[in-house]
């Protein structure tokens, strides 16, 4: 059974690829500061620092409360929980990068989620990274959010399903989504601005990889969208 996870709030993502902790873990809601402690029980009392230790100390279903503007990791974690990452209105909780994780379903659902770098959700510098980047038969939903300035792609899809509304990716290097290996993906609403493309939709590994785009806009950049079939028994849709 999937599991979902949810990223909301303000969010501005750094860079490389984010592990998340699957540990067992107790509280509902786990929060995080920019004072916190990692040896703290990340309660409201006394808040954790880091993003991986409030994922061991949430529960499958629980929330993650960001309630400052801040870095919270410092490097790669996978989500492997159904858990939600959320950052107080007004607050831009920063994560370095997001990789959703072996059968989680993840959602980054925010008021603004600016990305920055590497795997689930970013904008960023290094060369290599990727904003949103989930490589299993998960699902991810990204809503209200922003992701720009990365030299790779903006969302790479390589298995599962992916929702996208109201959403802008600017100035990213390559593709602003990339579907491979049976990917499906409704993309809604959503801006893909001074990118050096729009969709691309391939299909290998004798899957059928689709997308259905509506209501958005598609500028600057070389290329709007692509559907592209790398081997007889493969099947790429876009509508």
């Known amino acids: ?7 909301r709030g303000a969010v501005a993502c750094l860079a490389t690829t984010l592990f998340c902790a699957t540990a067992e873990a107790q509280l ?9 402690n990692d040896a703290n029980p990340c309660t409201l009392q006394a808040p954790c620092r880091l993003l991986p230790a409030a994922l061991n100390a949430v529960a499958s279903g629980g929330e993650i409360w960001m309630l400052d503007s801040a870095n919270y990791n410092t490097s790669t974690v996978t989500i492997n929980k159904s858990v939600s990452i959320l950052a107080v209105p007004g607050v831009v909780g920063s994560v370095v990068s997001v990789n959703a994780g072996r059968r989680s379903a993840s959602r980054l659902q925010v008021s603004t989620l600016r990305c920055a770098t590497s795997s689930l959700a970013c904008s960023g510098a290094a060369p290599g990274t990727i904003g949103v ?8 939903t990204i809503e209200n959010s922003l992701i720009a300035n990365l030299p790779h792609y903006g969302v790479d899809i390589r298995g599962g399903s992916l929702k996208v509304d109201n959403t802008t990716l600017r100035n990213i290097g390559i593709y602003a989504f990339q579907l491979q290996n049976g990917a499906s993906a409704t993309i809604s609403r959503t801006q893909m601005l001074a990118n050096k493309g729009g969709v691309v939709v391939a299909g290998n590994n004798t899957s059928t990889t689709t997308a259905s785009l509506s209501n958005s806009v598609i500028s600057g950049g070389f290329t709007g969208v692509i559907a592209t079939s790398s081997s007889a028994g493969t099947v790429a849709r876009i509508s």
């Open 1 to 7: 059974m999937l599991k979902a996870t949810t990223l």
């Open 28 to 36: 509902f809601r786990a929060y995080l500061t920019s004072d916190g």
């Open 133 to 140: 980047s989930m490589n299993v038969a998960s699902s991810l």
